[in-house]
């Protein structure tokens, strides 16, 4: 069985102060977190990957087919995604309403998403089975529900695949992009959009810690410049059509419910397995680490972004003001050797890895990824709380748990 008490456990406390949040950009406009917030429930369409959330002005309009039984459900809930999972559920605890559309795509194990989409469905996210390059399918969505808010997860994810299958890159995370964008500028209301764009934007960026201003022209990977067109591509919606923009850069994601394709996922599996696991080390030995971010963390970034964001400006499909317009780097400040990742999963799992090191090969992978994240912590309020050694010890229980009934284990 799915156990959610390896859920984030904190998803209740994912509240942050809402009564002091300002921001300077997008016009500078100042804005105080009001209690029309509190008062007018809302509505999310949350995929996997999109979270759309509405907050409807007329709370009794709002009985779409989509949510018939959110009075009853609280508790733990997952979109297909694993980061869409984790902030759909803390989204609907704090009394959100949310969709979710992902197309349950086969790069990993889609039995996992199902899963996740599974407890998520319990506790009343309903999950739409759909492409985010069907337009008609997101207008239609639109037309049931006006979202005040879409939360931008769906991507195609992964340094090394898109060597493999450049076009999923293309397809998923520009073209898909761009059709969402399209459809939210023409509805009315505009939706506030939040989406995912990655730490890998910084590329071979070598001043650390990287800040938003620092360069992102120098990506290396495909996945890295299809986030980096993403976030040009947001820069032209905003400045044509008026949407509210946020863009996250998130750092490397871990927790329960993760992706089988990240090294600490696989690194567990391989571990248990007895199985050999490369670990890369840059050239003279130079050490490979990565700023490692916990799921709970990144979800109070994520619902930071949301509740601060300014309503999108357009109507009509025109622009009719400055809009809003945001990058935030959401990271952990903290990086961790990949060995040392390996020595903590090891005394975790109470069994020796069989390591086997490797130059870091030159397919995708940076050396080192540190987020300054002064600048999400000052509009934000995101403060991350969770060091890698505690956050794996709540990943690998999830991971025992969910693998021990011999049903979905992992070939
Ligand atoms: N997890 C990390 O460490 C990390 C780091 C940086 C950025 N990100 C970004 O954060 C976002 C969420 O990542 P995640 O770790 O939850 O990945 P994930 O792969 O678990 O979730 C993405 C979901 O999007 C769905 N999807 C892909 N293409 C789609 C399409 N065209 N239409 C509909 N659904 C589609 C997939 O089926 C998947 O369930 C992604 O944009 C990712 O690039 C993640
Ligand atoms: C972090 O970024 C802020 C700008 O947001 C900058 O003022 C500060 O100097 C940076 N800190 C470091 C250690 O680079």
Redesign the pocket.
């Known amino acids: 069985m799915l156990h959610i008490d390896s859920a984030p456990s904190t998803p209740g406390k994912v509240k942050m102060e809402k009564s002091s949040y300002f921001f300077t950009r997008g016009g500078g406009a100042r804005w105080h977190y009001s209690l029309a917030k509190l008062t007018v429930w809302s509505f999310a369409f949350l995929?996997?990957?999109?979270i759309f959330f509405l907050r409807s002005p007329a709370p009794s309009t709002i009985t779409s087919a989509a949510d018939p039984s959110r009075r009853s459900l609280r508790n733990y809930n997952w979109?297909?995604?694993?980061?869409?999972?984790h902030v759909s559920s803390a989204l609907k605890r704090r009394g959100d309403g949310v969709l979710g559309?992902?197309?349950?795509?086969d790069?990993?194990d889609?039995s996992l998403?199902r899963a996740r989409q599974a407890l998520l469905e319990r506790t009343g996210v309903f999950i739409v089975e759909?492409?985010?390059?069907?337009e008609a399918l997101l207008r239609k969505l639109f037309e049931v529900v006006p979202f005040t808010h879409v939360m931008?997860?769906?991507?195609?994810?992964?340094v090394r695949y898109a060597m493999e299958n450049p076009g999923?890159y293309v397809?998923?995370?520009i073209a898909?992009f761009v059709n969402l964008l399209e459809v939210c500028k023409s509805v009315n209301p505009q939706p506030a959009i939040v989406?995912?764009?990655?730490?890998?934007v910084y590329g071979l960026n070598t001043k650390v810690p990287f800040s938003e201003k620092d360069r992102t022209d120098q990506p290396a990977s495909l996945?890295a410049a299809t986030?980096k067109a993403g976030e040009e591509i947001a820069h032209t919606y905003n400045h044509i059509y008026g949407l509210s923009l946020t863009g996250?850069?998130?750092?490397?994601?871990?927790g329960p419910w993760?992706?089988p394709?990240?090294a600490y996922f696989f690194f567990t599996k391989d571990i248990l397995k007895g199985k050999q696991i490369a670990i890369f080390e840059a050239a003279n030995h130079g050490t490979v680490a990565r700023d490692f971010?916990y799921i709970d963390d990144?979800v109070k970034g994520c619902l930071g972004a949301l509740d601060t964001a300014e309503k999108s400006t357009g109507s009509g499909g025109k622009k009719r003001g400055p809009a809003q317009l945001r990058v935030f780097n959401l990271g952990n400040t903290s990086p961790v050797p990949v060995s040392e990742l390996v020595s903590i999963l090891e005394r975790l799992l109470k069994v020796k890895a069989k390591r086997n090191i490797m130059k870091l090969p030159r397919n995708g992978d940076v050396q080192y990824t540190h987020a300054n994240i002064s600048y999400a912590q000052r509009e934000l309020g995101y403060k991350p709380t969770t060091d890698l050694q505690s956050g794996l010890k709540k990943f690998v229980r999830w991971y025992l748990n969910y693998y021990s009934d011999g049903k979905k284990a992992v070939e």
């Open positions: 995929a996997l990957i999109l979109a297909a995604g694993f980061v869409g999972t559309i992902d197309n349950f795509n790069y990993y889609p998403k759909g492409d985010i390059n069907d931008h997860l769906a991507a195609q994810a992964g999923s397809h998923s995370n898909g989406w995912a764009s990655s730490s890998s996945y986030k996250l850069r998130f750092f490397t994601v871990y993760g992706r394709d990240m971010t990144i």
